[in-house]
């Protein structure tokens, strides 16, 4: 494995940029938005300026790599993220993601554009809200967009590129037939899927080894579940996606309790993962890097003892051959 820390290098191809193997997900930081029925699709209320004060320790522990995207809070993430990465900008490689609309005024998402015209007004407002010249990796939001206008996408963004927009792109989508329609772009560096030691993902990681791209993993701690402090009460958050859980998200049910075939699952690998010393969300992240070297989860975070915590999970690096397997026949 070489040097100590050599395990932690990821580049994004296409770029040159050196991301390193561990991102923070600026989700949460957006606070409350909701589709205009009322639903929630934030993560409660937040406190703005210690989610800068958690970017901030984040990056002066190490952490290199922030993901967000337009829509979280309505544009309020990617205010946040700027306002936090004020002075900092080269320090970091900022990622975003466009495709959904939003009114930032009412806090709501409704729709989706999936034309070039759009990626490019959009592109050019989260440049404004992230105070910054370019995007280090523009994301597809919309996974399940058909194959022809993706390809007409991924054009728009080599545009991008020669442009100096952005440095590279990527899309958040679970389909490997999707994300190798992007990999054939020079300037594809990313996909950005679901992994983590409840829900394996071996296409996706299978096609990212395949095309040379790095796997963005979202929802890394199964949305808290994997960290442990949901433990088993229900959420009290209204305002909480977790409270009102939308079809897909089979963590929680109503009232957000935590669902019992999930956490039963994770009391049987508790113990394997918290050994060594790591606390859950620690040995979470461990689990995804020993399961590739492609790997660069970017756990959400809203507190500097979050940042603090999931940032250290770096010195412990991946779990061993031996308690991968031990985790697989545990799950089995
Ligand atoms: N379609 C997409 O492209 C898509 C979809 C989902 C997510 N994402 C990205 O992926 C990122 C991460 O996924 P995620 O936000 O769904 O969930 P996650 O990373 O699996 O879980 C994050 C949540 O776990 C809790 N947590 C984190 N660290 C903790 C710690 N050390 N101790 C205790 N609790 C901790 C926090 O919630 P509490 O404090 O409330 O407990 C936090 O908001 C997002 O922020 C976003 O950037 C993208």
Redesign the pocket.
């Known amino acids: 494995m070489g040097t100590e820390t050599e395990w932690r290098r990821r580049t994004l191809g296409g770029s040159g940029t050196d991301v390193g193997a561990l991102g923070f997900?600026?989700?949460?930081i957006g606070g409350e938005w909701s589709t205009p029925d009322g639903s929630p699709l934030g993560?409660g209320e937040v406190d703005d300026d210690e989610s800068v004060a958690a970017v901030r320790r984040a990056v002066d522990l190490g952490v290199t790599f922030f993901?967000?995207?337009d829509v979280y809070g309505s544009g309020h993430s990617e205010r946040v993220l700027g306002r936090a990465l004020a002075g900092r900008r080269d320090e970091v490689v900022v990622a975003t993601?466009w495709g959904n609309l939003f009114d930032e005024r009412t806090r709501t998402m409704d729709g989706a554009d999936r034309s070039p015209e759009y990626a490019r007004r959009a592109l050019v407002a989260s440049l404004r809200r992230l105070g910054t010249d370019r995007i280090d990796l523009y994301?597809l939001?919309l996974?399940d967009t058909p194959l022809a206008e993706a390809a007409e996408l991924r054009d728009a963004c080599e545009e991008f590129v020669a442009e100096g927009l952005i440095r590279s792109y990527g899309w958040?989508t679970d389909d490997p037939e999707r994300a190798a329609l992007f990999a054939a772009g020079e300037h594809c560096a990313a996909v950005?899927h679901a992994c983590?030691v409840l829900e394996d993902a071996p296409g996706m990681l299978d096609l990212s080894e395949e095309q040379g791209l790095i796997s963005v993993i979202?929802?890394?701690?199964?949305?808290?579940l994997?960290?442990?402090?949901?433990g088993r009460g229900p959420r009290a958050d209204a305002g909480?996606i977790r409270s009102t859980p939308p079809a897909w998200l089979s963590w929680f049910e109503a009232g957000g309790m935590p669902s019992e075939h999930w956490v039963k699952r994770v009391e049987a690998v508790r113990e394997v993962l918290t050994a060594d010393g790591r606390?859950l969300?620690q040995g979470a992240l461990g689990w995804l890097w020993a399961r590739s070297g492609r790997t660069v989860p970017?756990?959400?975070?809203?507190?500097v003892a979050?940042a603090e915590?999931?940032a250290a999970a770096l010195t412990h690096g991946p779990l061993r051959h031996g308690q991968m397997e031990e985790i697989a026949g545990l799950l089995a």
Do not use: V
């Not at 997900?25 to 949460?28: E, P």
């Not at 970017?298 to 507190?303: A, M, Q």
């Open positions: 997900g600026c989700w949460a993560w993901d967000t995207a993601k994301q939001h996974g958040s950005q983590n979202r929802s890394p701690l199964a949305m808290g994997l960290a442990g402090t949901r909480d606390t969300a970017i756990p959400g975070f809203r507190t979050q915590e999931n």
